[in-house]
């Protein structure tokens, strides 16, 4: 998914209890202009307030130091202010993410990019009908080897195809490597225990093959959210469906179909079932930082 090009700033930033108190603050100053390049960085990468280097590396105090040129000692001392106000979460793989991003979201924007990738999903979906209503239908059992080959290579084909339009890069075997070594498992896997109160490791050879096939099949991170905050949503407080909160189920074959149903964290009734509080805790979108 594109860049946003604008964050949304409040004119009533600098009545927040929690600015007010870091203006109290040694080097206050250069410490909100961090606030603000956090912001426009989370803008940058896209992917739902978090800010990382790439999807598999997630940004140092160092690194940032350097990107905003200010000093290390100020960046750390500004990174942890940050996370003890509740403004910033820092997860167990060092990936920072902005609480309560959909407030500084520019909607119009990331309006613009999902109908885009709308479209071009539609476009490709079209092209593939085209295709299939042209080929004769196969009635006879007369199928030879050479035949089917050539259709498990066409079908090898589609799917490439299929993977570079919604990532938006060129059909070489170098961006298909760097497609498939860059996928979120750990986002993910994190998002899924954080909504569902699991424990479940991004390393587990099954959880990285249904993660890996669905990602082949054109689905993004924006999917996998959504499909685990539905079916959290559905089944969290349900005895019976609990269990079933896991990668295997939520990841496997009728992904697509959880993908098409309705719901989320701005619906009523979401709880979020994690130990220590009650299952029965109606969460909203501002608990969710991704």
């Given amino acids: 998914m594109g860049e946003i090009k604008f964050v949304k700033l409040s004119t009533q930033m600098f009545d927040d209890e929690k600015i007010k108190l870091i203006e109290q603050m040694p080097e206050a100053d250069t410490l909100l202009i961090i606030w603000v390049k956090l912001l426009a960085q989370a803008g940058k990468t896209n992917a739902s307030g978090y800010i990382f280097l790439s999807e598999n590396v997630p940004y140092t105090d160092e690194m940032l130091a350097a990107i905003f040129s200010r000093p290390l000692g100020v960046v750390r001392m500004a990174l942890d202010t940050f996370r003890r106000f509740g403004m910033i979460e820092i ?28 479209k071009r999903v539609a476009k490709y979906r079209e092209k593939q009908r085209a295709l299939q209503l042209s080929q004769p239908s196969n009635v006879t059992c007369n199928v030879t080897v050479t035949q089917g080959n050539e259709q498990e290579e066409e079908r090898r ?108 964290p701005a619906n009523e009734g979401f709880h979020k079932g994690t130990s220590g509080r009650s299952p029965r805790r109606n969460i909203s979108q501002d608990d969710i930082p991704y």
């Avoid at 997860?91 to 990738?117: F, G, L, P």
């Avoid at 498939?180 to 099954?206: C, F, H, M, Q, S």
């Fill in 91 to 118: 997860n167990d793989q060092n990936y920072i993410s902005i609480c309560n991003w959909e407030k500084h979201q520019n909607v119009d924007a990331m309006d613009k990019i999902r109908e885009d990738t709308r």
């Fill in 157 to 264: 084909k589609k799917k490439e195809e299929l993977k570079d339009i919604l990532s938006g890069k060129p059909d070489d075997a170098s961006s298909s490597k760097n497609e498939k070594d860059e996928i979120p498992y750990k986002l993910i896997i994190d998002l899924l225990n954080k909504v569902a109160g699991k424990r479940y490791r991004p390393t587990t050879p099954k959880t990285k093959k249904d993660i890996k096939a669905r990602w082949n099949e054109g689905f993004r991170f924006e999917d996998f959210k959504h499909v685990i905050l539905v079916k959290t949503e559905e089944w969290l407080n349900d005895p019976a469906m609990n269990r079933y909160l896991r990668p295997e189920t939520l990841f496997g074959t009728k992904f697509e179909s959880y993908l098409n149903q309705k719901g989320g």
